[in-house]
C-alpha cells in the first residue's frame, strides 16, 4: 500500500508538507475569478464613453478615446459574433474621429461603418436598433462620394428603421431630429425633440440622458431662434 510520503520522512520535512497542504487547500476555499459576461463589458464601455463624451475636457477626449477603442476592440474580440460590442466599438470609433476631426477622421467612420453593418447582419434589434441609428448618423454626417461615403438619403432610411424599433427612444429621437434640421425640416424636429425630453430615463445612463437632453434643448433653441 502507498503512503502520502515516505515512512523516514524527517518532522521538520512533515511539518513544511503539512503546511504546503493546508496552504493549497486554503486556496480551494478563495472564490474561482469569473469572467465578465458580453452585458458587464458592455455596461463598462457604455459607462467610460459617457465620462469622456459628456465629462471630459474637448482637450483630451482625443487620446481618451483612442484608449477605449483598444479596450472594445478587445472586447468585441472576446465575443465574437455578438452584436452588442460591435456597436459600441462603432460608437467609440466614431466619437475619436469626432474628436479627432478633419481627413484624419475618415478612417476611423469608416471602420465605425464596418462594425454597424456587421452588427445589423447579426441582429439590427440590438441595444433597441443602435446600430441602425449609429450607422444612420455617419451617412449624413460625413462627406459624400468622392470624399468619404456619406448619403442623406441612406440616412433617412437607417434613422426612419431604429426609430420603427424603438419610438420613444431618447437617441433615436433626438439623430432624427438633428437630421432634419440638416436637411432643411427644422418644424418636423419639434416633435422629436419633445419626444426627447419626455423619454422615460435608462438603468444606468443618467449621465448620457442628461447630455442628451441638454443637446435637445440646444437644437431646440437653435430652431426657434430662426
Not at 422615460?200 to 443618467?206: E, K, L, N, S
Request: proline residues 5%.
Amino acid at each position: 500500500m502507498s503512503v502520502p510520503f515516505p515512512l523516514s520522512t524527517t518532522g521538520a520535512s512533515r511539518r513544511r508538507l503539512s503546511s504546503a497542504l493546508l496552504a493549497l487547500a486554503g486556496l480551494s476555499l478563495l472564490p474561482a475569478v469569473r469572467a465578465a459576461t458580453v452585458e458587464e463589458s458592455v455596461t463598462e464601455l457604455q459607462q467610460a464613453w459617457e465620462l469622456i463624451n459628456y465629462k471630459t475636457p474637448a482637450a483630451e477626449k482625443e487620446k481618451k478615446f483612442e484608449a477605449l477603442a483598444a479596450r472594445a476592440h478587445k472586447v468585441s474580440e472576446s465575443f465574437a459574433g455578438r452584436p452588442e460590442p460591435l456597436v459600441w466599438e462603432g460608437i467609440i470609433l466614431s466619437s475619436w474621429g469626432g474628436a479627432k476631426g478633419g481627413l484624419g477622421a475618415l478612417g476611423l467612420v469608416k471602420q465605425a461603418k464596418v462594425l454597424y453593418e456587421q452588427a445589423i447582419q447579426i441582429d439590427g434589434n440590438t441595444l433597441d436598433g443602435s446600430a441602425y441609428n449609429s450607422l444612420g448618423v455617419l451617412y449624413y454626417k460625413v462627406p459624400g462620394w468622392p470624399i468619404a461615403f456619406g448619403d442623406k438619403d441612406k440616412a433617412r432610411d437607417l434613422l426612419q428603421k431604429a426609430l420603427a424599433i424603438n419610438p420613444k427612444g431618447i437617441d433615436a429621437n433626438y439623430f432624427f431630429a438633428d437630421y432634419l434640421v440638416e436637411t432643411g425640416e427644422p418644424q418636423k424636429a419639434v416633435a422629436h425633440l419633445e419626444k426627447v425630453m419626455q423619454a422615460a430615463p435608462r438603468a444606468g445612463r443618467q449621465i448620457a440622458d442628461e447630455g442628451r437632453r441638454a443637446e435637445a434643448r440646444e437644437l431646440m433653441e437653435k430652431i426657434r431662434s430662426k
